[in-house]
């Protein structure tokens, strides 16, 4: 299975989640996808992702460590432009390595802020492996 974007709608616009764009080709289709904001949630260990600051207008990097959460407060103004972008009609995609657990994560969080109901059923609905521990959970779901 090639690389894919899955996008769900929410707000007026749609935000989506994606494995580590590794080709040129992966690279292409996020370009053609037209994100207004790209963000990354790789370690640094997990691959170079500057290049995407050359490649997106609006590009964003907060490290989270695989299978874990962000640190206290690091992804909170990502996830408030990311509603900011929504709620205008554009459109976010986050990345991890996987495009599961750390950006399934992010995508739920946002869906939260935004009051999207049944988020995680329906974020799992379009990506089964959405948010991998109990922990990016409650740090997804916790309060607004």
């Known amino acids: 299975m090639g690389f894919e974007i899955y996008e769900i709608a929410v707000g007026g616009g749609i935000v989506a989640l994606c494995s580590m764009p590794m080709s040129e080709q992966d690279v292409a289709l996020v370009k053609a996808w037209q994100p207004d904001l790209f963000v ?25 460590v695989d299978f874990g959460v962000p640190d206290d407060g690091a992804l909170d103004d990502v996830i408030a432009q990311s509603v900011a972008v929504i709620r205008g009609g554009g459109r976010v995609l986050f990345h991890c390595m996987g495009g599961c657990g ?23 609905d379009v990506r089964p492996c959405a948010v991998e521990t109990d922990e990016q959970a409650a740090w997804a779901m916790r309060p607004v």
């Not at 170079?48 to 207008?57: E, I, L, R, S």
């Not at 992010?106 to 049944?118: E, F, I, K, N, S």
Request: aromatic share 6%; charged share 15%; glycine share 6%.
């Open 102 to 124: 750390r950006s399934g994560m992010a995508v739920l969080r946002v869906m939260h802020v935004m009051g999207a109901p049944d988020a995680l059923s329906v974020l799992r």
């Open 40 to 64: 990354s949630l790789t370690d640094l260990h997990e691959g170079a992702t500057a290049t995407f600051a050359v490649q997106f207008a609006r590009w964003a990097h907060v490290p989270v």
